[in-house]
Nanobody
């Protein structure tokens, strides 16, 4: 069992930066594929970024590529999402998730989910 708690959301102006954190307990996140997803009101949950277990690689949605960076601190058992050059369309509730299998890592087919943290980007 993995428990995930996100933090770091808030209100930021367009062009600004923010870092989200996902603190895990129960298991070591280095053994899991970790993903960030977001969901805006009235829209489906969408993939943002993923980091593969044992830091074997990362993947990003085209909409955030070059602006967002996912990373992992194994000592703190925490995954981060650094978000730069934020846009109003990035406004959403951001959730982190963990899974043990790589198959379908861009879909919401994850084993464990956090509660989410809200990001609002003002124009």
């Amino acid at each position: 069992q993995v428990q995930l708690i996100e933090s770091g959301g808030g209100l930021v102006q367009a062009g600004g930066s923010l870092r989200l954190s996902c603190a895990a307990s129960g298991r070591t996140v280095s053994n899991y594929y970790m993903g960030w997803f977001r969901q805006a009101p009235g829209k489906e949950r969408e993939f943002v970024a993923a980091i593969f277990r044992n830091n074997e690689g990362t993947s990003y949605a085209n909409s955030v590529k070059g602006r967002f960076t996912i990373s992992r601190d194994n000592a703190k058992n925490t995954v981060y999402l650094q978000m730069n050059s934020l846009k109003p369309e990035d406004t959403a509730a951001y959730c982190c998730a963990a899974k043990q299998r790589i198959l379908g890592f861009t879909t919401p087919n994850y084993d464990y989910w956090g509660q989410g943290t809200q990001l609002t980007v003002s124009a």
